[in-house]
């Protein structure tokens, strides 16, 4: 397992949490997830936790996940995902976006990047029960209206 972070602070924690449990097979790496720190071809799985909609340049992130897996990699992420026009008012909002609100990229632009970056069989399935995590990250500003969580997925051709 391989762990990426552009933190000296939480790689430092990621190794000190391993170290605690006795996690010998793990390692964790300083980069960006717009340049992973990996060889082409040598992950079997890339997942990430609410990380993608706080990157500028998604389509990138996309291609190097696509470029660090193997053949029939799979792609799978659970992140935030717009389905709905995000008011100006979130979409400029500073908090909102370290929120993981407004970084939220719409489901069709998430499939055409995947897609585009060399992923197959693409999918973002919105879980509708986020809702209400929504509401409590953002109370009353109608975010949870045009915002959701979201499982994304895809395979690297074999």
């Given at each position: 397992?391989?762990?990426?972070d552009?933190?000296?602070e939480m790689i430092?924690?990621?190794?000190?949490?391993?170290?605690?449990?006795?996690f010998?097979?793990?390692?964790?790496?300083l980069?960006?997830?717009?340049?992973?720190?990996v060889?082409?071809?040598s992950?079997?799985?890339v997942m990430?936790?609410?990380?993608?909609?706080?990157?500028?340049?998604?389509?990138?992130?996309?291609?190097?996940?696509?470029r660090?897996?193997?053949?029939?990699g799979?792609?799978?992420?659970?992140d935030?995902?717009?389905?709905?026009?995000?008011?100006?008012?979130?979409?400029?909002d500073p908090?909102a976006?370290?929120?993981?609100?407004?970084?939220?990229?719409?489901?069709?632009e998430?499939?055409?990047?995947?897609?585009?970056?060399?992923?197959?069989?693409v999918?973002?399935?919105?879980?509708?029960?986020?809702?209400?995590?929504?509401?409590?990250?953002?109370?009353?500003?109608?975010?949870?209206?045009?915002?959701?969580?979201?499982?994304?997925?895809?395979?690297?051709?074999?």
């Amino acid at each position: 397992v391989i762990g990426v972070d552009m933190t000296p602070e939480m790689i430092a924690l990621a190794r000190r949490n391993a170290a605690k449990v006795g996690f010998d097979q793990v390692e964790f790496r300083l980069g960006d997830i717009e340049q992973l720190p990996v060889d082409d071809a040598s992950i079997d799985v890339v997942m990430s936790n609410c990380v993608i909609n706080l990157a500028p340049d998604k389509a990138a992130v996309f291609r190097e996940a696509c470029r660090v897996l193997a053949p029939g990699g799979r792609l799978a992420i659970s992140d935030m995902v717009a389905i709905g026009d995000l008011p100006a008012a979130i979409a400029e909002d500073p908090t909102a976006y370290t929120g993981c609100i407004a970084g939220a990229a719409p489901v069709g632009e998430l499939e055409r990047m995947i897609a585009e970056a060399g992923f197959e069989h693409v999918t973002v399935t919105v879980k509708a029960h986020s809702h209400d995590l929504v509401e409590e990250w953002s109370p009353g500003s109608g975010a949870a209206n045009v915002v959701a969580s979201a499982l994304i997925e895809g395979t690297k051709p074999a």
